[in-house]
């Protein structure tokens, strides 16, 4: 749920979103990873379940896969499984941390990304602080002239801090510069290796105000050359649009398409399937991958999860309701996470 | 830990460059006579109005040299002396007075 759904429409149309996240294998170890990805991981989730799982969601409504990880380019079926997203007329996204955008590896993905989204963290110092790697900046910068090469559409993903909003213009500059189509404001989730090394530098209302407010005259000055999202959502909407936020869709049967009950749908890397965000409640997970197909959990949510789930959606909506009066943008997500909790 | 994002984003958007306002205070000292000279902003300084009474053949050295500094200025230029000029008022306007 973002602020400028209506500008998103422009890459992604409307989108019923499933994340999956098929490795936590990293080259790096950011220090805001929401799931302490690093190289010593290796989980991954085998391609067979992942097909049966694509085949499923179509089933089911959704119509976009987008592959986060861990990073995604180290997941060695990448490409076997784009192509299967695509063949079930699926639209396809990955985000990566722009360190492994060599030719070779750009190469394999022409034809099988309609978007790739690419962190970029603030000026080079802070962005190589954020990912704890002397030398990502300059990674990611030649990265980038491979992509812009590629003819792959690519964003920027900036996450927001608490100490960071005064970067954004020139990331913003740098976006348009590189030949960027996005850029998206994520707030910091401080979950993960973030709750450990990051503990409060998740951006309050004030920063999530002002962000929201320089997205509107990074917007003005660039126009069209750049989509900018913010995935706040503001406090005027939350009261005006409660529908939008707490529709408990019960004008929908039990065999309505899950998608138009619940989006996004994220697989984490050890095969739970969990609504909305990674590393939502397990309480709220819908199932693992390797105990039952999607179709099978579908089922069961539909007839099970689905008030528990609606609420949470309302709890979520009062307490963000509640604090409007003192920020004027909320983090949705955030607070369904809160509210699950 | 340290100033917030916006904070910093703030004091880049409106502080005032202090060399250049040295470099505004020696000009209007050097061409003419400063009646008034009122900064604005704390902690730092983010606007100024003065008021500079610059000997009539010098207004236009001097506005040249304005134009040099990389602030965002507003001036009124006001004739002084009857029948004869001998003066001219530079009413001028930095950073957050700057309307």
Redesign the interface.
């Known amino acids: 749920m973002t602020t400028n759904d209506e500008q998103c429409v422009t890459l992604t149309g409307h989108s019923r979103i499933v994340q999956v996240h098929p490795t936590r294998r990293c080259n790096l170890m950011c220090r805001h990873c929401y799931s302490k990805s690093g190289p010593k991981e290796r989980d991954v989730l085998e391609l067979p379940l992942l097909r049966t799982f694509l085949r499923d969601a179509r089933a089911e409504g959704y119509d976009v896969m987008g592959l986060s990880g861990g990073e995604p380019l180290l997941y060695p079926h990448i490409g076997e499984l784009l192509d299967d997203a695509r063949a079930r007329g699926m639209r396809t996204t990955a985000t990566t941390n722009g360190t492994l955008l060599t030719e070779e590896r750009v190469a394999e993905l022409v034809g099988r990304l309609d978007l790739l989204a690419v962190s970029c963290d603030g000026v080079p110092d802070s962005h190589d602080r954020m990912r704890a790697s002397p030398g990502a900046f300059a990674k990611l910068d030649t990265g980038l002239e491979v992509l812009r090469d590629s003819g792959i559409p690519y964003g920027l993903i900036f996450t927001l801090t608490q100490h960071n909003l005064d970067e954004l213009p020139w990331v913003a500059e740098f976006a348009v510069r590189k030949g960027a189509r996005l850029l998206q404001i994520h707030p910091l989730e401080e979950t993960g290796r973030a709750e450990e090394v990051l503990e409060g530098q998740r951006p309050d209302g004030t920063e999530g105000g002002y962000a929201f407010l320089l997205a509107h005259e990074i917007r003005k000055r660039f126009g069209s050359d750049l989509v900018v999202q913010v995935d706040l959502v503001a406090s005027r909407h939350l009261r005006e649009q409660s529908e939008r936020f707490v529709g408990s869709h019960a004008e929908l049967h039990d065999d309505a398409p899950l998608a138009e009950l619940l989006e996004p749908l994220i697989v984490e890397p050890d095969g739970a399937v969990v609504p909305f965000q990674y590393g939502f409640p397990r309480a709220h997970a819908l199932g693992n991958l390797r105990r039952a197909p999607l179709a099978q959990m579908a089922v069961h949510w539909k007839l099970k999860g689905r008030d528990a789930l609606a609420a949470v959606r309302r709890r979520a909506h009062r307490g963000a309701l509640a604090s409007s009066d003192e920020t004027p943008v909320s983090n949705w997500y955030e607070a369904m996470r809160r509210a699950a909790s | 830990?340290?100033?917030?994002?916006?904070e910093?984003?703030f004091t880049?958007a409106f502080t005032l460059d202090n060399a250049q306002l040295e470099k505004v205070a020696h000009m209007s000292a050097e061409y003419g006579e400063i009646k008034r000279w009122c900064p604005y902003g704390q902690p730092s300084i983010d606007g100024l109005c003065a008021k500079v009474i610059v000997n009539p053949k010098a207004v236009g050295r001097f506005i040249d040299d304005l134009l040099l500094t990389e602030l965002e200025w507003d001036i009124g230029v006001f004739p002084l002396g009857k029948p004869g000029l001998d003066g001219v008022l530079v009413d001028m306007q930095f950073g957050a007075t700057h309307h």
């Open positions: 830990m340290g100033k917030s994002g916006s910093k984003l880049k």
